[in-house]
């Protein structure tokens, strides 16, 4: 039986258990695709993100749940770069590359009084209608028909992984959510496995444009993710492309996980260009704690 050492890191906070969580194992190499996976389900985190040498790039990631693996992840990139980064494990560079399964993405490190910030560029966005049963969407987060805000698009987002971002009229709406993920499947017809996003307009903190929660795919072996990066990427594009077309770029702070005693912020940048757009997030991240997995194919 072998055995490896986590770190935990908590990802968009600068209190420990306040962000997203995440488990970070260095010098990963030697590990098979399937002992990965079942130190992440050891480890529980919505992500556990293993770092290994790359020959196209300063570093590469891999990202699995505790039930499969991801192409990207924000939350995990954070905390992983923050990791590199403040235990000297990284070219004395402000600008590192990350290959990742979607490609190899730059990461630029900046100091904000006296605080450690990574910005992360995501891959170029996409949106796909969703067409399927509104009713059953609402009921599949506890909600009802009027609860969900019907004069903006419901769409598939992706920076990186899927999403489906779901308008909602209030914020008082949030607390009253419960994810049904079993049925998750059967509604999102035309992309099964992704998960569900819902927003507003509406925030806590009057420093933020949107608040959001985010459940998870069934599929993936966790039911909420605190903090989200990529789907907080992909709110970005949804603005330019949705809510205001005809700006050359948009740059807001999102709100996530509140409802979960966390209390996390994103701060999304996205710039338009001739035929796409860059989605950017930048975010800090702060170390919990350390702790060893046992793990055995």
Same mark, same amino acid.
């Given at each position: ?8 890191? +908590?990802?968009?906070? *600068? ?11 260095? +010098?990963?190499?030697?590990? #098979? ?9 050891? *480890?529980?985190?919505? !992500? ?45 560079? !402000? ?14 490190? /900046? ?14 966005? /996409? ?5 399927? +049963? ?6 599949? $987060? ?12 419901? %769409?598939?987002?992706?920076?990186? $992984? ?12 949030? @607390? =009253? ?15 099964? =496995? ?19 929660? @985010? ?7 966790? *039911? ?29 702070? *999102?709100? /996530? ?9 994103? @701060? ?5 260009? /001739? ?8 975010? #800090? ?7 060893? %997995?046992?793990?055995?194919?």
């Amino acid at each position: 039986m072998g055995s490896v050492n986590v770190l935990h890191y +908590d990802a968009f906070s *600068v209190q420990p258990n306040k962000g997203n969580p995440a488990g970070v194992v260095l +010098d990963a190499d030697e590990l #098979t695709e399937k002992e990965m996976q079942i130190i992440a389900r050891q *480890v529980g985190f919505n !992500e556990t993100t293993f770092i290994l040498k790359s020959d196209q790039a300063d570093v590469r990631l891999r990202y699995f749940t505790p039930g499969h693996e991801m192409n990207l992840c924000g939350h995990a990139t954070m905390a992983s770069m923050y990791a590199l980064k403040s235990r000297g494990l990284l070219p004395d560079k !402000e600008t590192v590359w990350v290959e990742t399964n979607v490609g190899n993405l730059p990461i630029h490190f /900046q100091e904000d009084a006296g605080q450690l910030k990574m910005k992360m560029k995501q891959d170029h966005p /996409q949106f796909i209608p969703f067409r399927g +049963d509104v009713e059953r969407l609402a009921h599949s $987060i506890g909600l009802k028909r009027e609860d969900l805000d019907l004069s903006l698009p419901i %769409v598939y987002g992706s920076t990186g $992984i899927w999403t489906l971002l779901v308008p909602i009229k209030e914020l008082r709406s949030f @607390h =009253r959510m419960v994810p049904d993920q079993a049925r998750f499947p059967e509604i999102l017809t035309e992309l099964p =496995r992704a998960s569900l996003h819902p927003f507003c307009l509406e925030t806590i903190d009057d420093d933020c444009f949107m608040h959001a929660r @985010h459940f998870s795919s069934p599929f993936s072996g966790t *039911v909420e993710d605190p903090v989200t990066g990529t789907a907080s990427g992909v709110l970005g594009a949804y603005d330019l492309t949705y809510l205001n077309s005809e700006r050359p770029s948009t740059q807001f702070m *999102v709100e /996530q996980g509140q409802e979960m005693g966390k209390d996390g912020r994103v @701060h999304v940048h996205v710039l338009r260009n /001739q035929d796409n757009m860059d989605v950017y997030i930048t975010g #800090t991240a702060i170390f919990v704690d350390e702790f060893q %997995v046992n793990y055995d194919e």
